[in-house]
């Protein structure tokens, strides 16, 4: 597929997906979300990427919504925008919803949906100079459809004040309050994304799926008998499969096993 917006950069088992519309600092507006959708769905659907890296062109991951489009937002019907939010959050659910591990790689201002994206992926790595905010009450709106995933990262304490205050807060910030696992400086933001690529490259891709789907399952759940009896049914069927059969074989014959080749 080609896209207007987006670059998608392939190395090997990984694939970089690159927000590029630099001149607005990454802004997304219906296209780039459209285009966002396309590129999780296709990324999710071949088997030979491992490992999708969520980045932004230039100084900025992302600024946000396009104010053109919050300008036209504005002006248009509740039922129109209605469908647009759909659209915006069938995204974000895409990005969420992968069945590899991702990795926002954020550099400069990530603001509002900006904010968003980076709560949205697995993990995510922050250069020093990196900036969040859920600043949508400035403009007299709520972050309603990313509220689910900077719920999940931050927790509802720390909602309560930035999704009400709207400050901005730097990377370290972001950091202790679980918005992103690493903060590096500028220059070595490449390889600090690369080194946590790697780390993932030489684990299972099933076993890593069904660890993501674990903690989808049990998230906030008390730990009682039902939630017991599904760990040990959980383990018991990873055992089981081809998978935990050649990584245990991998170990003990002191190879690299068959994933890595």
Request: net charge neutral.
């Amino acid at each position: 597929m080609t896209y207007e917006t987006l670059a998608i950069e392939r190395r090997g088992a990984v694939a970089t997906i690159w927000m590029d519309r630099p001149e607005v600092f990454n802004a997304f507006n219906e296209q780039l979300i459209a285009e966002l959708a396309a590129a999780c769905a296709a990324l999710d659907a071949d088997a030979s990427v491992r490992v999708v890296v969520l980045a932004g062109r230039g100084k900025h991951f992302s600024a946000g919504a396009d104010l053109n489009w919050m300008r036209r937002a504005s002006d248009s019907t509740e039922a129109e925008n209605l469908a647009d939010s759909r659209k915006f959050a069938a995204m974000l659910r895409a990005l969420s919803g992968l069945s590899k591990p991702t990795i926002a790689r954020v550099q400069g201002a990530a603001l509002g949906g900006g904010t968003g994206l980076t709560a949205a992926c697995d993990m995510a790595i922050a250069a020093d100079d990196a900036s969040f905010a859920t600043s949508e009450v400035k403009f007299g709106i709520i972050p309603a459809v990313i509220s689910p995933y900077v719920l999940r990262a931050i927790g509802p304490r720390h909602a309560l004040r930035y999704f009400q205050s709207a400050e901005r807060f730097g990377a370290t910030e972001a950091r202790a309050i679980g918005l992103v696992n690493e903060v590096v400086p500028v220059a070595e933001l490449d390889a600090a994304v690369d080194r946590l690529v790697q780390a993932l490259l030489a684990c299972g891709p099933q076993a890593q799926l069904a660890a993501k789907q674990l903690i989808a399952a049990l998230a906030g759940r008390p730990i009682d008998d039902a939630v017991s009896e599904e760990t040990a049914i959980r383990i018991a069927r990873q055992r089981a499969t081809a998978e935990a059969r050649e990584g245990f074989a991998a170990f003990f014959e002191k190879r690299p096993p068959a994933w890595m080749a």
